[in-house]
């Protein structure tokens, strides 16, 4: 269990997730009180939590909530604002569909197999989450424009990656990829080969093995990749305003829009379509944690 | 699972996994470095100290981000402290909020920044009263920065504080050390390469953030650009290889902190591993959980 906690990824809120609800035995839980320093953490704790999460979030939604009902709709569905929604959770969802699947395989050789170069590829799969997200989008940008070093061999077959749908979901599976992998790589480490081995010995085949056996165990971890890649997606902005083109109604995301009514100091349609796009990210977490949980059991 | 059978499914699996990471990750990656050094090094050095702006720019992005991760560090170490050590209604709630950052977009928690800071924001008037700027000034990057940033020192602590136990710290107490004694002779000892694995995350986060700074800094050249939003100016005014020039600079940060983030979780697990050794010679608190995982 200790091993588990340290070795597994530093992916935030997510590996170290599973950890969190397997923590050690109540029995050997020290009783408040006996140590020092509760005051003081508590104090700090709240005080940061309390003005940097709390509050800001709590001013914005109310802030969209003093609108009325009436201003609200008037303001957070334009046709814009709906075509914004379209195109983010268009990309999103293809984005996140297409890293969890791309995901499942760079985890799966990770975790199985031993080759040269393993190290280097797991290492690999950490760039995106170090390289800020703008340096992602220039440089995807470039790739693929007509005579990008993709873009002279990909524009010719009609297949357009700059200034693009298609470029918006290129990074934002740039950008969730690590997610898609890191939740899904323990478990895959974790399963028992044994049950594999007997149900080939037992005549299943490889196919059957694989979705009555491997996936059930991976399913849960698949889905809650899934799932931050998706939050992860939806509301990623630095890598998106390079590449897409920002051209409302077509290839403009939510938060574009969001930036673009603020330097309109339109506050009451970025306030609305922002309050959209929390809600949208706060029911996912909801989703991841309680998925992570039931990882956690199974694990158990 | 017999492996003559497998051994070509495997080949093919290996190679769409190198290809998925080198499409994705390495072309993307090596083109940064080829683009920005392709005028030559010269050009590539001209283009980061002849421009007055990226001057600026580079300088801001290296006084907000050790500030934001100074506050993470006393936020982290103090948070994961509270959440580890000890039992109080209201801890797992708290623990949600740790992750809220990740999952809100940078971009909403700028304009929450806006809206209580700005000019038309709650506080904006008595901020126009004390003559202090917080949106489109330094304050603000630093909020919206440590914001971005808060989850990852935390989320690092927590498992290690919980994984050592405070059998050690109670120990301490018990012969007398006071609470500065303990945090300094037997936490931070036990916790030092996870925290600064933390920081390692925390200021290539912050080094890089564009969306929530994007919003608060009102993107006035030689003031509040930081690099990443120079690197997005410098796209804008069709100045590529400029741009591409600061882009270069970042990736390569990103390179090092992935090469401290490897050395550094090489002695976690060395560490792990010692701890879990000593658990099982100890026998007294010996789990069979431990060997299992």
Redesign the interface.
């Known amino acids: ?8 990824s ?1 992916l ?2 997510s590996t ?2 599973v ?2 609800s397997r ?3 109540r029995g ?3 009783r ?1 009180a ?5 005051g ?3 104090a ?2 709240s005080i ?2 309390f003005s ?6 709590a ?2 939604v109310l ?1 969209a909530a003093s609108l009325g009902p009436g201003g609200f709709l008037a303001a957070a569905w334009t046709p814009r604002a709906r075509a914004a929604y379209a195109v983010s959770l268009g990309a999103s969802l293809i984005a996140a569909v297409l890293s969890s699947a ?1 995901g499942l ?2 985890a ?3 975790a ?2 031993r ?1 040269p ?1 393993r190290r280097l ?1 797991d ?14 989008g ?3 940008s ?2 693929y424009v007509p005579k990008g ?2 873009g002279q061999w990909l524009v010719p077959l009609g297949i357009k990656g700059a200034y693009s749908f298609l470029g918006i979901v290129l990074v934002l ?2 950008v969730s ?1 690590p997610f898609a992998v890191r939740v899904v790589q323990p478990v895959i480490e ?1 399963l028992d ?1 044994d049950t ?2 007997a149900a ?1 010995i037992l005549g299943a085949s ?1 196919l059957q093995t694989f979705l009555r056996v491997v996936l059930p165990g991976i399913l849960p971890a698949f889905v809650t990749g899934f799932a931050l890649s998706l ?1 992860r997606a ?5 890598s998106v ?2 590449i897409s083109g920002n051209m409302p109604f077509k290839t403009e995301i939510a ?1 574009v829009l ?2 673009s009514r ?1 330097e309109e ?1 339109a ?1 009451a349609e ?2 609305t379509v ?1 309050v959209l ?2 809600a949208m ?2 029911a ?2 909801v989703v ?2 309680t998925l992570q949980q039931r990882l956690a059991r199974n694990a ?1 | 699972m017999s492996t003559d059978a497998s051994r070509p499914i495997a080949a093919l699996l290996i190679a769409a996994a190198v290809a998925i990471v080198g499409v994705l990750i390495v072309v993307p990656l090596v083109a940064v470095f080829a683009e920005a050094l392709a005028p030559g090094v010269a050009a590539w050095w001209r283009a980061l100290t002849d421009d007055p702006d990226t001057r600026h720019a580079i300088w801001l992005s290296l006084t907000v981000a050790p500030v934001a991760v100074a506050i993470n560090t006393v936020f982290g170490v103090a948070a994961a402290w509270l959440v580890a050590r000890f039992r109080f209604p209201g801890r797992s709630l708290l623990i949600s909020f740790f992750d809220v950052p990740f999952s809100v977009s940078p971009v909403v928690a700028g304009l929450a920044l806006v809206l209580i800071f700005g000019r038309q924001g709650l506080l904006g008037p008595t901020l126009a009263w004390l003559d202090w700027k917080v949106i489109f000034s330094w304050p603000g990057l630093v909020l919206a920065t440590t914001f971005v940033t808060l989850p990852l020192v935390v989320r690092e602590l927590i498992p290690v504080m919980e994984a050592i136990g405070p059998d050690e710290e109670m120990a301490a107490v018990s012969l007398g050390a006071n609470g500065w004694q303990v945090f300094w002779r037997v936490t931070l000892p036990n916790i030092r390469w996870a925290l600064l694995h933390g920081i390692v995350l925390a200021n290539a986060r912050a080094m890089g953030e564009f969306g929530a700074v994007y919003v608060v800094s009102g993107h006035i050249a030689g003031a509040t650009d930081t690099m990443p939003l120079r690197v997005e100016k410098l796209f804008q005014e069709y100045r590529q290889p400029a741009s591409m020039a600061v882009a270069s600079v970042l990736a390569g940060l990103a390179l090092v902190t992935l090469v401290a983030k490897f050395v550094i979780e090489h002695r976690l697990a060395t560490e792990a591993r010692d701890l879990e050794r000593a658990r099982s010679a100890d026998g007294t608190t010996h789990d069979a959980t431990l060997e299992a995982a």
């Open positions: 269990m200790i091993a588990f906690a340290i070795d597994s530093p935030p809120g170290t997730e950890s969190r923590r050690c035995p050997r839980r020290r408040p006996v140590l020092p320093g509760f003081v953490s508590a700090i704790t940061v939590v940097l999460i709390v509050f800001p979030l001013v914005l802030r791309l395989v760079v799966w050789v990770l199985r197999f080759f170069g590829l290492a690999l799969v950490d760039v995106p989450l170090a390289l800020p997200t703008a340096v992602a220039l440089v995807y470039t790739l070093w993709l599976v740039f990829l974790s080969r594999e081995e080939r490889r939050a939806l509301g990623e902005y630095g305003v390079f938060p969001i930036v603020l100091f506050y970025a306030t922002a796009l929390l990210s706060l996912l977490l991841v944690n158990q």
